[in-house]
């Protein structure tokens, strides 16, 4: 579903960015209202499909949201060029975050955008479960079976055991409520593409 929405013309460059999306639901697809960025003494369009609108200024940092090829961009601000390139802070329909420069085609006059804030989150470490598995009370086969865990999805990682990472500590839900429990790492394939360092517990 395409989300489109009218927003004002002059959001604040604060730097503030939308919050990352569930990487198990369907990520959102916002454009801008017919015409509303052309209005802007520059804008940009995204020139390749499914490009990540990102809450921070490198690959890093969490997406926010997916943009179809030819969305034009309201561009808020700059992160004036840093180790990871040049990156622009946009708006698009509700969301706001950060694409890279080399991904878009600029169009008019973007002298005057100002520098902001590079304050985003970096993804989170996953582990993708492939099918049903059980996870464990702590980091042993022997500990108390706590549930069986649905497959085909990513689950939260946030910790490892101090064996290498023979096992990890994710965030799932069992009957309904929020757990924190073990499985073994070779029931699933890790995604850290942060390179967030997994705390030992």
């Keep these: ?6 927003l004002p013309l002059f959001a604040p460059a604060d730097g503030r960015v939308s919050s990352p999306y569930d990487p198990n639901a369907n990520p959102p697809r916002p454009v801008n209202a017919a015409g509303l960025a052309e209005s802007l003494p520059g804008y940009a369009i995204v020139a390749t499909d499914n490009l990540f609108l990102r809450n921070g200024a490198g ?3 969490a997406p926010v949201g997916i943009l179809d090829g030819g969305t034009r961009l309201v561009v808020l601000g700059q992160n004036g060029g840093s180790s990871e390139g040049l990156w622009w802070y946009v708006q698009v329909g ?32 996953t582990l993708y479960v492939g099918a049903q598995n059980p996870i464990y009370e ?3 086969a022997s500990s108390r079976w706590l549930c069986q865990i649905d497959g085909n999805r990513l689950y939260n990682v946030v910790a490892r055991d101090a064996e290498a990472a023979g096992w990890y500590r994710i965030e799932a839900t069992c009957d309904g409520q929020l757990v924190l429990g073990w499985i073994q790492a070779e029931r699933g394939l890790l995604r ?5 360092e997994i705390p030992i517990y």
């Design 1 to 6: 579903m395409r989300i489109l929405t009218l």
């Design 59 to 61: 690959p890093e940092f």
């Design 138 to 140: 702590s980091d042993a």
């Design 94 to 125: 509700d969301l706001r975050g950060w694409v890279k420069s080399e991904l878009l085609y600029l169009r008019g006059d973007l002298s005057d955008v100002p520098e902001v804030p590079n304050e985003g989150t970096l993804t989170q470490p």
């Design 192 to 196: 850290n593409p942060g390179g967030v």
